[in-house]
């Protein structure tokens, strides 16, 4: 039902004559849950779906805007997905963060409906698993008791409906959207549901090759369901009332600008160059170009293959500047490295972000070696 809303809006041009009356169900449930809820809009919301999936983005820095090609579209840039190399193709992924501490895992599904259109489904999850619940260690009668001790998950899902066509617009034109689904849970102390939509473009010309996308481009709305029995003890203790009352979470529309070109060496060389302007409109954030209003984040991947069946991989991103213990700056960015094979089908992509730096420095955060390694493997069929 939603892949044939978003293709109904996809009749129009460029897709975005959405009626104000198709809003009204909107309207009235965050009528409901701000007469009876907290609205905020953080600055950092639903920030699982930005760390990124499958080894080759993740391997050149998150650069896919326009270049994704395979089911990882779905998440990238929905508009991708008319590029398939085969009719159906799917993606699974799996990464550890922070030495293992945080799971991130990916799964996607994509089929060509026909010449001109694509659809797939996508299933993301990032957690925290066992956690230790130590409220309870001491006992009534001031004893440590371990069996007190409760275990317990924090994670983030999204479920991703996604479909692509080619336009008729412009020839080379592309034009896909997401409807997202997300579910958020803090064991048994909270739930947060979420809706969110996203719309891309594609564009080749010649060697030359465009992408962009708007994220959560009607803003996303997580509805948060706090248990308060969970919290009434420590809401007494701390006088803390907010933390038995629900709320509404809103996540700001983002922008994502990409451009490619191909390069040959040889018949049996060749490259792509690339680069992401991840564009947010929240005010000032710690990236290279920033202001009160606009923040620009950028991204830069290369990828360099040979007869398509290996590839090496590189990228740089999360440009930021660090303030040491002693109040000096300086400029860091993230280098991401990645390679992969491709036979019959078969696509293994592996990637190895965060890499440690040995450059001496007494800011710990950034002696820790907190490398991440990506594995995620691909499938093409007919």
């Known amino acids: 039902m939603i892949i044939s809303l978003i293709k109904y809006y996809f009749q129009y041009p460029l897709f975005m004559s959405f009626k104000a009356s198709k809003l009204w169900v909107l309207v009235l449930w965050l009528g409901y849950f701000q007469a009876s809820a907290q609205v905020a809009a953080p600055k950092y919301s639903n920030e699982f779906l930005n760390i990124g999936v499958g080894g080759r983005a993740l391997g050149m820095g998150n650069v896919q805007a326009a270049i994704v090609h395979d089911a990882t579209a779905g998440f990238w840039n929905p508009a991708g997905?008319?590029?398939?190399?085969?009719?159906?193709?799917?993606?699974?992924?799996?990464?550890?963060?922070?030495?293992g501490i945080v799971k991130n895992d990916y799964a996607s599904y994509a089929m060509s409906l026909d010449t001109n259109s694509a659809f797939a489904v996508s299933l993301i999850r990032t957690g925290v698993d066992d956690i230790a619940d130590t409220r309870n260690l001491i006992n009534e009668y001031g004893y440590i008791n371990y069996d007190n001790i409760q275990l317990f998950s924090v994670a983030d899902y999204a479920l991703l409906l996604s479909y692509a066509r080619q336009s008729s617009l412009l020839k080379g034109l592309r034009l896909?959207?997401?409807?997202?689904?997300?579910?958020?849970?803090?064991?048994?102390?909270?739930?947060?549901?979420?809706?969110?939509?996203?719309?891309?473009?594609?564009?080749?010309?010649g060697k030359w090759h465009f992408g962009l996308i708007s994220k959560d481009i009607t803003?996303?709305?997580?509805?948060?369901?706090h248990n308060p029995d969970k919290f009434r003890e420590s809401a007494v203790l701390t006088g803390d009332t907010l933390l038995i009352k629900n709320s509404v979470e809103i996540t700001l529309p983002r922008l994502i600008a990409g451009f490619a070109r191909d390069i040959r060496f040889s018949d049996k060389i060749s490259a792509l160059a690339a680069a992401?302007?991840?564009?947010?409109?929240?005010?000032?954030?710690?990236?290279?170009?920033?202001?009160?209003?606009?923040?620009?984040?950028?991204?830069?991947?290369?990828?360099?293959?040979?007869?398509?069946?290996?590839?090496?991989?590189?990228?740089?991103?999360?440009?930021?500047?660090?303030k040491n213990f002693d109040?000096?700056?300086?400029?860091?960015?993230?280098?991401?490295f990645g390679v992969g094979i491709s036979t019959n089908g078969f696509v293994l992509d592996l990637a190895l972000s965060r890499l440690a730096d040995t450059t001496p420095t007494n800011n710990f955060s950034e002696n820790s070696n907190l490398s991440s390694v990506i594995v995620s493997l691909g499938y093409s069929f007919d």
């Not at 997905?81 to 030495?99: C, D, W």
């Not at 959207?177 to 102390?189: C, L, P, Q, S």
């Open 176 to 205: 896909g959207g997401n409807a997202k689904i997300i579910y958020r849970n803090v064991g048994d102390f909270a739930n947060a549901y979420g809706f969110g939509l996203d719309f891309g473009a594609q564009l080749d010309c």
């Open 276 to 322: 992401d302007l991840d564009i947010t409109f929240d005010g000032q954030r710690n990236v290279l170009l920033r202001s009160g209003l606009i923040s620009v984040d950028p991204h830069l991947g290369l990828e360099i293959n040979y007869e398509h069946l290996v590839y090496i991989r590189g990228g740089l991103s999360n440009v930021q500047q660090i």
């Open 81 to 99: 997905l008319t590029q398939l190399s085969q009719k159906n193709n799917l993606v699974l992924m799996h990464s550890e963060l922070f030495a």
């Open 219 to 225: 803003t996303t709305f997580n509805a948060w369901v």
């Open 327 to 336: 109040q000096t700056q300086l400029w860091r960015a993230q280098p991401n």
